[in-house]
């Protein structure tokens, strides 16, 4: 039913799609309905993970405003809302049926404007990315690529939950901090900043298999193979806690390792509240998984942050 979707209503010209949503056609986009499509409640997660690789990097902060300021924007309104308004693109003809009121399938992205803001928005995110260094601009590349890669053909990585979780996770925590901590370094983060940048990307794929459990009806029958529908509820249940329980591990033996007790127990901490929540996430999934990422996930990133204030020298270093 998904390709028939793909390919019978994607004989619709985009220049038709206003009235699908019944709206007047229009010749420009509203500013509202461009930021609608840019998604801004979606920059919140690489805008933290971005945070916890400045704090990560171990080098003062204030002189390097500018830098951090750079990174914010490339993170959260050009990277994340890039990959958005490219998603929205390539799924315009399903939200025609699905989400008739999106941007585009309603009108008030009218036009191929909606590919132009994502084409627009990739060269914008590059430009930003060479101005805050080499190790920032390939960053900038690799998540434009992914994010490009997750929704338009002929990867369309997120229709196998596997691809695309692993492309979101990477982008959300992942590159985020790698960013961070390079632009302020202009150099190659150091090792440790990078290996928890890797762990709460593993990490973060557990919380996207969360997101999947609110349509699997749907996604079973558009052909949309995510982990649910791989495995089954309860299986993907316990894959989920286990992904992100098992680098939370790696992270508290890490501090350890390097001697930060107290940043360890602070994870190690965090970790047990959410190993406390996860029986009944495992119980009912679809019923606890929103409950979840508003409380495990919430523990989640606060242990991202503590582990990148350990790594970057300690608190007292902000004193």
């Known amino acids: 039913m998904f390709m028939a979707a793909e390919h019978g209503v994607a004989r619709l010209d985009a220049e038709r799609a206003p009235a699908l949503g019944g709206v007047p056609e229009r010749r420009v986009p509203s500013l509202q309905a461009s930021l609608e499509l840019l998604k801004p409640v979606t920059w919140f997660a690489p805008m933290w993970a971005l945070g916890c690789g400045v704090v990560s990097a171990g080098v003062p902060i204030s002189d390097r405003w500018p830098s951090i300021a750079g990174t914010i924007l490339l993170a959260g309104p050009l990277v994340c ?9 390539f799924d315009r003809h399903v939200d025609a049926i699905n989400e008739p009121d999106r941007p585009i399938p309603s009108g008030r992205i009218p036009g191929r404007w909606g590919l132009g803001i994502a084409i627009g928005w990739t060269v914008l995110s590059l430009v930003v990315g060479a101005l805050l260094g080499p190790w920032v601009l390939l960053a ?10 997750y ?24 590159l985020p901090w790698f960013t961070g901590a390079a632009a302020l370094t202009i150099t190659l983060p150091h090792g440790h900043s990078t290996a928890l940048a890797l762990l709460y990307s593993l990490g973060a794929f557990g919380i996207m298999v969360l997101n999947d459990f609110k349509a699997i009806e ?14 089954g509820i309860r299986r993907a249940a316990i894959f989920a806690c286990v992904v992100m329980a098992l680098p939370q591990l790696a992270v ?6 390097r001697g930060d007790h107290v940043y360890a127990a602070i994870v190690g901490g965090l970790l047990l509240a959410q190993l406390a929540m996860m029986p009944a996430l495992v119980r009912e999934p679809r019923k606890r998984a929103p409950l979840y990422n508003a409380t495990g996930t919430t523990c989640f990133v606060l242990g991202m942050m503590a582990s990148a204030i350990a790594v970057g020298g300690g608190v007292e270093r902000f004193f």
Do not use: H
Not at 252 to 257: A, D, K, R, V
């Open 140 to 149: 900038a590349v690799f998540g434009l690529a992914l994010a490009w890669a």
């Open 151 to 174: 929704s338009a053909p002929p990867f369309r990585l997120k229709l196998n939950g596997w691809f695309g979780n692993s492309a979101v996770g990477l982008c959300y925590e992942g």
């Open 218 to 231: 749907g996604d079973r029958e558009l052909g949309i193979r995510t982990l649910p529908v791989q495995m």
């Open 81 to 89: 809302g890039t990959s958005q308004a490219s998603n929205d693109w």
């Open 252 to 257: 508290i033996g890490l501090l350890l390792f």
